[in-house]
């Protein structure tokens, strides 16, 4: 009986040993099946989004086209209108613009008017502006006789005064006439008030007069401005008083612009 159960117990104790044994095996993990004889890949990638279309400037579709200007850094409304003999009144009006102060560089503006382009010798010519000047045919030299006296407008002197500082095409766009503040300042032709104020950098208070479609005169630096804008002024009408605004002394600042290019109004002044 004792015997039995020492063969029990052993018999047991055999049997825990091997199961023991068998469980601490390290399990194999079993082995991929491979039917396609290659291995598998990833799906191909969709298509890449395209690249949002930039969209176009107003006005693009007339770049580098006569009559046209193209919006570059620092311009304003004013400036181009000067530059090309214009109003900004006008610019806005040929343009459909809403704000006078809301243009992009690399938009593309009218500056002159509708059905219009600027003529000579019966030859269409670029109107004066950097966009496209390169391309365009070159304007033929200023009359002699304009050159000379500025027959095609009498001018006058806007002003009394000694002349402190003469034209130069880079460094000083018309004539510096010295003066006391308050002293008058007269229109040198009969014209149209085009701009009237002091947003353009460099000019102070500034009164702009259109004379006909070639003619513009510009009068910088006031203490005080007599006409505005749109008002008609007839030839030694008093429109401003000298000042030193915008500058660094009294003085008066007057530019002639023919097709809103600068040239030397002592050309186009009678003698003194």
């Known amino acids: 009986m004792i015997f039995s159960d020492v063969s029990r117990w052993g018999w047991l104790a055999l049997t825990a040993a091997v199961l023991v044994g068998c469980s601490s095996t390290p399990r194999q993990p079993a082995p991929v099946e491979n039917r396609g004889g290659t291995a598998r890949t990833a799906p191909p990638a969709g298509p890449a989004l395209a690249a949002p279309v930039a969209k176009p400037m107003p006005g693009a579709e007339n770049m580098g086209k006569p009559g046209y200007y193209t ?28 704000n006078a102060n809301l243009i992009e560089v690399g938009q593309v503006l009218r500056v002159v008017p509708p059905d219009s382009l600027p003529q000579a010798n019966g030859v269409v010519v670029q109107a004066i502006g950097p966009s496209a000047e390169a391309a365009a045919p070159v304007r033929p030299a200023l009359p002699a006789a304009a050159a000379a006296g500025g027959s095609e407008i009498a001018f006058i002197w806007p002003t009394n005064g000694r002349l402190i500082s003469g034209f130069d095409e880079v460094k000083n766009k018309g004539l510096d006439i010295a003066g006391q503040a308050g002293d008058p300042v007269v ?86």
């Open 187 to 272: 229109a040198a032709a009969d014209g149209q008030v085009v701009y009237a104020g002091s947003e353009l950098r460099g000019y102070g208070n500034l009164i702009i007069l259109k004379h006909n479609n070639t003619y513009l005169t510009a009068y910088a630096h006031n203490r005080a401005l007599m006409v505005k804008e749109d008002q008609k002024v007839s030839k030694g009408q008093k429109i401003a008083e000298m000042g030193n605004t915008d500058a660094d002394r009294v003085k008066l600042h007057f530019e002639v612009r023919r097709q809103g290019k600068p040239v030397d109004p002592a050309k186009y002044l009678p003698a003194r």
């Open 71 to 98: 919006v570059t850094k620092g311009d304003t409304l004013t400036r181009i209108a000067l530059d090309n003999g214009q109003s900004w009144r006008d610019l806005m009006a040929w343009n459909g613009l809403e």
